[in-house]
């Protein structure tokens, strides 16, 4: 049963924005941790952001800080990646991820450990 679909990936110049959706299950959506991860070609994976908790808390690599926003929409099970101002460093297979196998979202987030991950939407921002 695929659990996470992603969609919204592109090829977008620089200073551009894309917006990443990803279609959940009801199991992998109602989980305390979700977010996304990258992997660029050659480097490791990357956490991008997350949200956690009943309140919606997030968590952003610093990197992105400020150009990018995660959101969730529970009504329809569907999690979001709002990626603004893009360089040609956020060029990367972006992964849509839930239920973070760590004791908290946090560290699930900085290792990059989840249990359930969708097949990736690609992201090519060009110069």
């Known amino acids: 049963q695929v659990q996470l679909v992603e969609s919204g990936g592109g090829s977008v110049q620089a200073g551009g924005s894309l917006r990443l959706s990803c279609g959940a299950s009801?199991?992998?959506?109602?989980?305390?941790?979700k977010g996304w991860i990258r992997q660029a070609p050659g480097k490791e994976r990357e956490g991008v952001a997350a949200?956690?908790?009943?309140?919606?808390?997030?968590l952003y690599a610093d990197s992105v800080k400020g150009r990018f926003t995660i959101s969730q929409d529970s009504a329809n099970n569907t999690l979001y990646l709002e990626m603004t101002s893009l360089k040609p460093e956020d060029t990367a297979m972006y992964y849509c991820?839930?239920?973070?196998?760590?004791?908290?979202?946090?560290?699930?987030?900085?290792?990059?450990?989840?249990?359930?991950w969708g097949q990736g939407t690609q992201v090519t921002v060009s110069s």
């Open positions: 009801e199991y992998a959506f109602r989980t305390t941790c």
């Open positions: 949200i956690f908790g009943g309140g919606g808390g997030t």
């Open positions: 991820v839930a239920r973070g196998l760590r004791r908290s979202c946090g560290h699930s987030f900085s290792k990059g450990d989840f249990g359930v």
